[in-house]
């Protein structure tokens, strides 16, 4: 297993390239080849900076979702805010939503690289540790 930080560190450098493409999912699939990472997965983590309605749109995080369910496996989304319509996200793949931001902040502190990956490691901490939790139970 990974620590959070160290997923983080990945997850920065898959954010970067997918900023390299328009926001089309299956282009950023394709050039990744990501399918065969998620094929060996427990959990799948995606994300973007704001999930709305738009997002099931040929997004990113909705293409890894539908890839990740081919494998049956559940999908964790983190984005900077939660937009209008974000429920939407469930029925296509993403099994829930978390945002990152801690406190009320201007845009710009939100995006500084930073204080993104800060928040981003602190909120991931949390969820794992709730996922670890229901595995544990669900195992025993």
């Known amino acids: 297993e990974k620590g959070v930080h160290e997923f983080v560190e990945q997850g920065i ?12 999912g299956d282009a950023v699939i ?5 399918e ?9 983590v995606t994300g973007e900076g704001r999930l709305d309605a738009q997002t099931v749109m040929g997004k990113v995080p909705v293409g890894i979702a539908q890839i990740a369910k081919k ?3 559940p999908v964790i989304a983190f984005c900077g805010c939660v ?7 469930n029925q296509h793949g993403i099994d829930a939503i978390f945002p990152i931001l801690r ?7 939100a995006m500084n690289p930073d204080i993104a990956k800060k928040n981003l490691a602190d ?8 996922y670890h939790i229901n595995r544990k139970e669900a195992l025993d």
């Open 30 to 34: 394709n050039q990744t080849g990501i």
């Open 103 to 109: 406190a009320i902040t201007s845009a710009e502190d």
């Open 13 to 24: 450098v898959v954010g970067k390239l997918c900023h390299t493409f328009p926001s089309d």
């Open 123 to 130: 909120t991931a901490e949390q969820v794992f540790h709730l």
């Open 36 to 44: 065969a990472a998620i094929s060996d997965a427990d959990v799948v």
């Open 83 to 89: 937009g209008n319509g974000a429920v939407i996200c």
């Open 71 to 73: 494998y049956g496996l």
